[in-house]
């Protein structure tokens, strides 16, 4: 089984008719921004959908292309969880063959907006099911909509897989993984799992799973099949934060002080040839910073975040501040128009965001739209791009978390 093709990496430009001045090469890359980063890490939108990864840095720079696609069934998971399962025709059965681990970008118009969001794959990749998991989030758009109104026979429109939190199955492998999830984080380890588990029969895991309390729990009957199907391979661990367990080691979050406990008596750190992190940031970041303390090479760690977390507080110092930099933006929302200064090594969003805080964004990570704007003059580069269709893209439409000027003058309308 091979991955989805990937998009292309070449560079693409989104311009405006008008270039007032091309940015030199020492321009957009200053000497005293010498440091490349590995990108940004995994984040979610305000529905829970995975936006972005860590190590997933490959410009992705065409069109997204979205295809009509019949719900056939919507299984309630929890009270505020669903597994949405799709019929996926046979000439595009290419198209949706996927790794374990990846995720699709759902689209539909909901009270009159088009609204995009991103949903780790949940099933066996062996098996081809295209299923994904919806937990409700409040004031989330789209899991309202999915988990109070979608019912099957509904048409959603729906990307190709994509992402990097994977995992290519080798029959011959013979390897420890452990998990450290929360939530709604299971949907992409759960298809990890079982996939490898089937596939690789030499090869096992440990699930460190931590939940509210057992009626909280997505997919609990699959992850406890999954446990009966292959004992001794598949070590379960449930951490529950709002019950008393028999086990007070299994009782409270999943902190620094609970993992190192759990590491202690339960999970040989040692043994572990790949760590899988999926859950809110505090999670993922806690967990990181544990096993990096534990000597975990970083390589060994592969992460995906379910939320960000709230986005760094930046001083307040009004319209008016004038900023450095050697490129002249323009922001346009609501039909008022402001102008600041930015380097190109800069984000447009970042920039636009010290002078005009209330700009739409949830994911910055070039998965969810809701930071699109048009360039009305200039041009700008897109590091990645999961959301907008080449139409879009042809008409000048631009993720400005995810863009940067490529001209000395550059306008962006939000007003679209």
């Not at 323009?330 to 200064?341: C, E, Q």
Request: aromatic fraction near 6%; include cysteine; glycine fraction near 10%.
């Amino acid at each position: 089984m091979s991955a989805n093709p990937q998009q292309s990496s070449l560079p693409t430009e989104i311009s405006d008719q008008a270039k007032p001045g091309a940015l030199t090469e020492a321009d957009r890359h200053p000497k005293s921004h010498g440091v490349v980063s590995d990108g940004p890490s995994h984040a979610e939108a305000k529905d829970g959908g995975v936006v972005g990864g860590r190590g997933d840095g490959v410009p992705q720079n065409v069109g997204v292309l979205f295809y009509p696609l019949t719900v056939s069934e919507v299984e309630q998971l929890t009270d505020e969880a669903v597994a949405i399962t799709f019929e996926v025709p046979e000439e595009l059965r290419e198209e949706f063959t996927y790794l374990p681990g990846q995720h699709v970008m759902l689209r539909s118009e909901i009270d009159g907006r088009d609204v995009r969001r991103s949903y780790s794959i949940c099933a066996n990749a062996n098996e081809g099911t295209l299923r994904v998991g919806v937990k409700h989030l409040a004031d989330g758009a789209f899991s309202t909509f999915a988990t109070k109104q979608l019912v099957p026979g509904h048409i959603l429109e729906v990307a190709p897989p994509v992402g990097d939190f994977t995992i290519d199955p080798n029959p011959e492998g013979a390897v420890h993984r452990c998990a450290i999830v929360a939530g709604s984080g299971i949907t992409p380890v759960l298809s990890l799992i079982s996939t490898t588990l089937e596939t690789e029969p030499d090869s096992r895991w440990t699930l460190i799973y931590g939940n509210r309390a057992a009626d909280s729990i997505m997919f609990l009957d699959e992850v406890e099949g999954l446990k009966n199907r292959y004992p001794g391979r598949l070590h379960l661990i449930h951490v529950l934060s709002r019950e008393t367990p028999e086990v007070p080691l299994f009782a409270g979050r999943i902190d620094a002080e609970k993992l190192k406990a759990l590491f202690g008596s339960l999970v040989r750190v040692p043994t572990i040839a790949g760590w899988y992190l999926c859950g809110p940031h505090g999670l993922v970041e806690t967990s990181r910073e544990v096993l990096t303390e534990l000597g975990v090479e970083p390589d060994k760690i592969l992460d995906e975040l379910f939320f960000a977390g709230p986005p760094p507080e930046m001083p307040d110092r009004g319209e008016d501040f004038e900023y450095e930099g050697s490129v002249d933006l323009v922001v346009t929302l609501d039909g008022r128009a402001t102008k600041t200064t930015m380097d190109p090594d800069m984000a447009v969003l970042d920039a636009a965001l010290r002078v005009r805080r209330e700009l739409p964004f949830s994911c910055k990570g070039g998965m969810c739209a809701s930071c699109r704007g048009r360039v009305t003059e200039g041009s700008v580069t897109m590091d990645k791009n999961h959301a907008l269709t080449t139409e879009e893209i042809e008409a000048g439409y631009v993720l400005t978390c995810q863009s940067h000027p490529t001209t000395v003058a550059l306008s962006i309308s939000y007003d679209v």
